[in-house]
C-alpha cells in the first residue's frame, strides 16, 4: 500500500521555526521526486519545493526562498522540510507529494502570535 505520512506541523510564533517530515512507504521512494506542497485557508493548493531523486537539485516558491529548505534521506525513506523565519503568511496545510505518485494527508502549520 503506497502511503506518505506527514509529521511535524503545528502552532508557532512568527520569526519561529518547524521541520516537517514525511515517510514514504509502499513503493520505490528513491526513485521519485518528491514535493511539498502548501494550501493557505481559502486559497489554492501551491508547490513550495521540490527535490528529485538525486537529491542534488531543488525548486523553491519565491516567497520561500532563503527561509526553507527541502531534503531527503533515501535510506528512511524521508522527505523534510525545514522552516526558517516563519510568517503568518506561511500559514496552511502543508502536504507531501511524490510525483506522479501520491499524497499524504497534510499537517497544519499555523504561524501566530
Known amino acids: 500500500q503506497v502511503q506518505l505520512v506527514e509529521s511535524g506541523g503545528g502552532l508557532v510564533q512568527p520569526g519561529g521555526s518547524l521541520r516537517l517530515s514525511c515517510v514514504a512507504s509502499?513503493?520505490?521512494?528513491?526513485?521519485?521526486?518528491m514535493n511539498w506542497y502548501r494550501q493557505p485557508p481559502g486559497k489554492e493548493r501551491e508547490r513550495v519545493a521540490r527535490?528529485?531523486?538525486?537529491?542534488?537539485?531543488?525548486y523553491y516558491l519565491d516567497s520561500v526562498k532563503g527561509r526553507f529548505t527541502i531534503s531527503r534521506d533515501n535510506a528512511k525513506n524521508t522527505v523534510y522540510l525545514q522552516m526558517n523565519s516563519l510568517k503568518p503568511e506561511d500559514t496552511a496545510v502543508y502536504y507531501c507529494?511524490?510525483?506522479?505518485?501520491?499524497w499524504g494527508q497534510g499537517t497544519q502549520v499555523t504561524v501566530s502570535s
Open positions: 507529494y511524490a510525483t506522479n505518485r501520491a
Open positions: 509502499g513503493f520505490t521512494f528513491s526513485a521519485y521526486s
Open positions: 527535490i528529485f531523486s538525486d537529491g542534488t537539485t531543488f
